[in-house]
């Protein structure tokens, strides 16, 4: 007797084409021949919710009320557990995770355990991502146990990564494939043995061409996280536990 196949809710819109990017992943990841051999997936697709990475840097509204209420409607709906494609709001996991009586998978662990089966060798992994995740040590955090040192660009090159991210969220462009794997082999100059792409819009202008050509193995947490998705879907993976309840002030008008 087959598994049952779980509802997989995706806590999106941050940004549109990077949450279609994440969708793709997982149509292509389940293995299918007709439309009933595909996944159910709740989507809710909400580019509202304010900037992550501005509020992280002091100078934006806090977006745990958006999230925390997106999260909500999608355990109400009818997923059996969550995902969140994108990397800076994994800074407010702790809100998010502890609102909803569901299981939510965390990007940057499940990209540290892929890493580590891919190259468990590297000790220094270089990060692309919004200054904001940088800031709140996400992948330090979850690269710690494997005990691995995340690397992060000087100044310069997180400004120009941030102004990348930013050009990508306005539409993908040729001249952003260029820029990123500019800043892949600033990062491996620093001694980076690997690179992670932190932020869902990277793997947007990325191809595997490009790839191909970068000087260290690049690393994908969106796919990290898609192939996690799917091998719970399809209830080939162990169950995550839960991660709360957690009291937040923030949430509170929510109630």
Known sequence: MSA????????????????LDFFGRLLRLTPAARDQDHLRILIDNNPAVPDRSA?????GEDPTPWLVAGARGLAAAGADFLTIPCNTA????PAIAGSVPIPVLHM???AAAAAARAHPQA???????TAGTVRAGLYARAFAPYGVE???PDAPDQAATDALIAAIKAGPRPEHRRQAAALVQALAAQGAEAVVLGCTELPLVLAADVLARAPVP?????????RRAVALAL?????????GPIPLASAEALE
């Open 4 to 19: 049952p196949r779980r509802t997989i809710g995706v806590l999106g819109g941050m940004g549109p084409w990077a949450t």
């Open 55 to 59: 509020f992280l840097l002091g100078h």
């Open 218 to 226: 690049v690393l994908d947490a969106t796919e990290a996280l898609a």
């Open 90 to 93: 994994h800074a407010f996991y």
């Open 235 to 243: 209830g080939e993976a162990e169950w995550p536990p839960l991660r």
């Open 108 to 110: 940057m662990e499940e």
């Open 123 to 129: 000790r220094r992994i270089g990060l692309l991502a």
């Open 150 to 152: 995340i690397v992060v």
